[in-house]
T-cell receptor
Framework: DTGVSQDPRHKITKRGQNVTFRCDPI?????LYWYRQTLGQGPEFLTY????????KSRLLSDRFSAERPKGSFSTLEIQRTEQGDSAMYLC??????????????FGNGTRLTVT | ELKVEQNPLFLSMQEGKNYTIYCNYS?????LYWYRQDPGKSLESLFV?????AVKQEGRLMASLDTKARLSTLHITAAVHDLSATYFC??????????????FGKGTKLSVKP
C-alpha cells in the first residue's frame, strides 16, 4: 500500500493559464475523489469517480474545471483560465468499492495551487 | 443541503486535561468520519462511525455517534502535546444508499500546551 500519490506538490501559475494535476489512487481502490481545501476550512467536495465513470460533480464546480479518469486508474484535474480564487490545496482521495462505507477515504498529500 | 458544524473551532488545552469536540449535522445520516490533519500534511482517518450509539476508542481519543441528535463527539482524555492538530468530522450525505460524498466541518484546531 503505497498510498494516494499526487503530482505536483506545488504549482504556481499566472492568472489565465491552464493547469493540470494528477492523482494516482491506491491500486485496488475503485473510487476516486477530488476535494479542494482553502486555509482554515474543511475539504470541499468537487467530483468523484467509480472506476472510469464520473458519478457526481459538485454544483459549485465551474465549467473551467474538468476531471478525467480514462482507464479507471489515475485521474487528472484540469483548471482552465485560472483565477486567483482558485488558489487552494487540491486533495485527491480514494476508497475501495468492496469495503463500502466502512472504508474511510484515503487522502493524498495534495497539490497546492497558487494563482498570481 | 447537508451542513456540518464543529465546535469549538479553536481549542487550547493543557497537557493532562480532558475535553470534548462536538460535531452537529443538519440532515439524517448514519455515517460519520473523524480525520486528523497536521500542518502542511494530508488528512489521516481516525474513526468510522456507522450506527446510532457507535463508540470507538483509540489511545486518548474516543468518538461517539448519536444519529437521533445528529451529533458526534470526539473526547480527548489526558491530552498530550502530540495530539496537537486540526480535527475534522465529515458526514456522508448519501443516507441509506451507497457511499457518497463526504461533507466536512470547518475543523477544530487543537493546541496542547505543557
Amino acid at each position: 500500500d503505497t498510498g494516494v500519490s499526487q503530482d505536483p506538490r506545488h504549482k504556481i501559475t499566472k492568472r489565465g493559464q491552464n493547469v493540470t494535476f494528477r492523482c494516482d489512487p491506491i491500486s485496488e481502490h475503485n473510487r476516486l475523489y477530488w476535494y479542494r481545501q482553502t486555509l482554515g476550512q474543511g475539504p470541499e467536495f468537487l467530483t468523484y469517480f467509480q472506476n472510469e465513470a464520473q458519478l457526481e460533480k459538485s454544483r459549485l464546480l465551474s465549467d473551467r474545471f474538468s476531471a478525467e479518469r480514462p482507464k479507471g486508474s489515475f485521474s487528472t484535474l484540469e483548471i482552465q483560465r485560472t483565477e486567483q480564487g482558485d488558489s487552494a490545496m487540491y486533495l485527491c482521495a480514494s476508497s475501495p468499492l468492496a469495503g463500502g462505507y466502512n472504508s474511510p477515504l484515503h487522502f493524498g498529500n495534495g497539490t497546492r495551487l497558487t494563482v498570481t | 443541503e447537508l451542513k456540518v458544524e464543529q465546535n469549538p473551532l479553536f481549542l487550547s488545552m493543557q497537557e493532562g486535561k480532558n475535553y470534548t469536540i462536538y460535531c452537529n449535522y443538519s440532515t439524517t445520516s448514519d455515517r460519520l468520519y473523524w480525520y486528523r490533519q497536521d500542518p502542511g500534511k494530508s488528512l489521516e482517518s481516525l474513526f468510522v462511525l456507522l450506527s446510532n450509539g457507535a463508540v470507538k476508542q483509540e489511545g486518548r481519543l474516543m468518538a461517539s455517534l448519536d444519529t437521533k441528535a445528529r451529533l458526534s463527539t470526539l473526547h480527548i482524555t489526558a491530552a498530550v502535546h502530540d495530539l496537537s492538530a486540526t480535527y475534522f468530522c465529515a458526514v456522508d450525505e448519501n443516507y441509506g444508499g451507497s457511499q457518497g460524498n463526504l461533507i466536512f466541518g470547518k475543523g477544530t484546531k487543537l493546541s496542547v500546551k505543557p
